[in-house]
């Protein structure tokens, strides 16, 4: 079921996209690509689900939220949703929450996402579901066991606006160099609040002032060896 807000103005223009190797999204307000150029699905793995300890944590059961910064082309829901339907644990659900400032269009997203068959039925399913004009929040239950929220509008305001329930967070915005807001200290203290006890994030951002921003906003934070070769990517917990 997909659902918007009522009452909201009108859907923000994505940024200018470009196509770089065929089905590759690149933003010419930001100047970086939407995942990384080697192989964005296995890199949410790497820096995501393991720097999450995801799925080992989905075991315990209940319910589990997933929060993430800019859900761009869908790509880490997808591989959450594949990853989550392939884990073993018992009665549980997934509600994954993301904050979006500039919502991308169904034929954009499947073409983003089509060059992995891996999640081919997740994609089909997201495209199937996703608003002609999204705007506000938009809320997909796609069974009984999960959910999508993407919030639209500034990560600040998004996130200053929700509960205090996140089980782990995705920090995925554009290169802090080129998109410094979504790794400002007063939105990774917004982060921290928001996140329960023992909760974590994994980024694969490694630029010192990310990691000083989430060290005072709370979290411990530990290097990790970054996806194809990438020196380095971030990890941490709220003790």
Sequence with gaps: MTGTDPGQSPSPSRQNLEWHEGDMPYSKEFG????CRTDGR????????????????????????IGELGFGTGLNFCETWRRWKQSPAAARSLHFVSFER???QAVEIGRALAHWPEIDEERQALVANWPTNPT???????SEEVRLTVVIGTAF?????????FDAWYLDGFAPSRNPDM?????????FDRTVSG??????????????NLAAAGF????????AGKREMLRGDKA
Excluded: K
Excluded at 42 to 65: D, K, M, S
Excluded at 136 to 142: L, M, Y
Excluded at 157 to 165: E, I, R
Excluded at 220 to 227: A, D, I, L, N, S
């Design 32 to 35: 970086d690509h939407f995942y």
């Design 42 to 65: 296995l890199e949410c793995g790497h820096v995501f689900l393991a720097g999450n300890r995801l799925p080992e944590r989905w075991q315990a059961g209940g319910l589990f939220t």
């Design 102 to 104: 500039f919502p991308m």
């Design 136 to 142: 506000g929040q938009v809320d997909i239950a796609f």
């Design 157 to 165: 305001d998004g996130v200053s606006a929700s509960p205090p329930d």
């Design 183 to 191: 790794w400002s200290e007063e939105l990774m203290r917004l982060v």
């Design 199 to 212: 909760g974590s994030f994994a980024t694969y951002a490694a630029a010192g002032f990310v990691r000083r």
């Design 220 to 227: 411990t934070v530990e290097r990790r060896p970054g996806f």
